[in-house]
């Protein structure tokens, strides 16, 4: 949905914005949770995603973040049911805590600037704990935490949530690299490694949109059928582009528009969405 090539040295939470307002404005707005690795921690940016963009997140937390070390305190704590809750089987044991105060980096960036003040209020934020994973029990200091403004009364579905990164790892990277050859470009230069990238994600996008369910009707059906029973009377129909909206028009419409006055043509235009 979106995608930047950039230099080795940039960092990726650089693009987060420009990447998720693309993707939202490509989705209509689909997008309502993401599940991020720990490269695009920081707390204005996770802050922004949720306050202006109304997104939750599931994020991994460094070991050394003070927000760790507090919610590891909380491991010998009973599950209250209002701020402490546990779930557990014999493969997994996870803690959920809500309202932490320790993660200062989460707000608007004046707020973190605020930092050290006698007026300075932490802005809360949730916490999943793993205790144990797979049948492994994490030794205190060492347990895995993950920062999220989702509700954590139910630890284990947020990590359900976040474990299908590894479908996007292994199905989405890992196709990438191997499968599609992402890394192998015909060329070292700037122009051919952008080309090369995008035309990758293209087809890879392409072909996966075949697997959907519409994809493989549309596959089955080929297309001269399904362009005959979808689009009818479709060749006397032609795409209207004007400063970034388009719409889909009748060869006739479009010549009775043409002979308006142009107040009207402008009134027309702006209905097209």
Known sequence: MAARVVKINE????FTKELVREAQQRTG????????????????????LWKKMKIRFVIPARSNMEV???????RSEKADGQRVFLE????????????????????????????????????PINGVMVLRWNGKDYLPGKEK???????????????????????IENQGFRELKQGYHLLKSPQKTACAVRAHVVLTLIIYSLVN?????????????????????????????????????????????RIIHFSSPPSTRFSFMNQVP
């Open 209 to 253: 949109a075949y697997k959907s369910g519409q994809g493989q009707r549309l596959a089955h059906l080929g297309i001269r059928r399904w362009r005959g029973k979808q689009m009818g009377q479709s060749i006397h129909k032609m795409i209207v582009y004007y400063e970034g909206i388009y719409g889909i028009v009748d060869v006739e419409e």
């Open 68 to 74: 760790s070390q507090d919610i590891r305190g909380f």
């Open 11 to 14: 960092h990726e939470k650089n």
């Open 29 to 48: 707005g689909a997008i309502k949770v993401l599940l991020v690795d720990r490269g695009f921690i920081d707390g204005v940016l996770l802050w922004w």
């Open 145 to 167: 935490v993950f920062l999220t403004n989702l509700s954590v009364s139910r630890p284990m579905k947020i990590m359900e949530r976040y474990d299908l990164r590894s479908e």
């Open 88 to 123: 557990q089987t014999k493969k997994v044991k996870l803690m959920g805590v809500r309202g932490l105060l320790s993660y200062d980096q989460f707000g608007e960036e004046e707020h973190r600037r605020r930092k050290g003040r006698k007026d300075f209020k932490a802005n």
